[in-house]
């Protein structure tokens, strides 16, 4: 399937479940997501390659995603924040790249889709999957011995999923974040069919 079919049959389905849920409750008032996408990443690494280009990609194509710089303001709770949008996305893609595990925010992102068994989608940037480990670096990344185990275990789930090799030497940065975009659409499509099915199996109970 091409990926503007792709785009448009996501677009529907979402406009079609919006109308359905009005249609059942005109009342009824529910949040919007914040984001369907959380684009997880090392700042310092990816933010003004990779994690900016497919941001920008997928708001072209109307998928609401959460990239900190763009979605933060100042007053916001780090912590808080980062949290609700995860908890309330549908999909991850988590940038890796050579420094990613020095940061705190990336492993604690990653450890929470792995821990609400989200989908996540691996970009493996300038880096193999086999190098991504914890290490406990005192003053670079002062950890507790329950969080070493938590992050690494996060690493090993997403080091054992299948997703995108890049090498900023010589591939294109148009085509992983035209293919990033097209995974994404395609797990957001299987997402929205799930749910529409276990609705329309799930008893109403009056």
């Known amino acids: 399937m091409q990926r503007s079919s792709l785009v448009r049959n996501l677009v529907q389905r979402q406009l079609v479940h919006q109308r359905h849920?009005?249609?059942?409750n005109q009342m009824m008032i529910r949040p919007q997501l914040t984001c369907d996408v959380f684009i997880n990443h090392r700042g310092n690494d990816t933010k003004r390659t990779i994690a900016s280009l497919l941001y920008d990609h997928l708001t072209r194509l109307r998928i609401r995603s959460f990239l900190d710089n763009k979605n933060m303001k100042p007053g916001d709770k780090l912590f808080e924040k980062i949290d609700s949008a995860i908890d309330e996305c549908k999909v991850g893609v988590a940038v890796f790249s050579p420094r990613y595990c020095d940061s705190y925010f990336c492993l604690h992102e990653l450890a929470l889709f792995v821990e609400s068994k989200k989908k996540v989608?691996?970009?493996?940037?300038?880096v193999k999957p086999s190098?991504?480990?914890?290490?406990?670096?005192?003053?670079?990344?002062?950890?507790?011995p329950n969080e070493i185990e938590r992050f690494n275990l996060a690493l090993e789930e997403a080091k054992h999923t299948v997703g995108l090799d890049f090498s900023s030497n010589k591939g294109n940065w148009s085509d992983v974040v035209t293919k990033a975009a097209d995974v994404v659409i395609e797990s957001l499509i299987e997402i929205e069919e799930a749910?529409?099915?276990?609705?329309?199996t799930t008893p109403i109970v009056f």
Request: net charge positive.
């Open 21 to 24: 849920r009005i249609s059942k």
């Open 121 to 126: 989608i691996p970009i493996f940037c300038d």
């Open 131 to 144: 190098e991504l480990r914890v290490v406990n670096k005192g003053n670079v990344l002062p950890l507790r």
């Open 195 to 200: 749910e529409l099915t276990r609705k329309q």
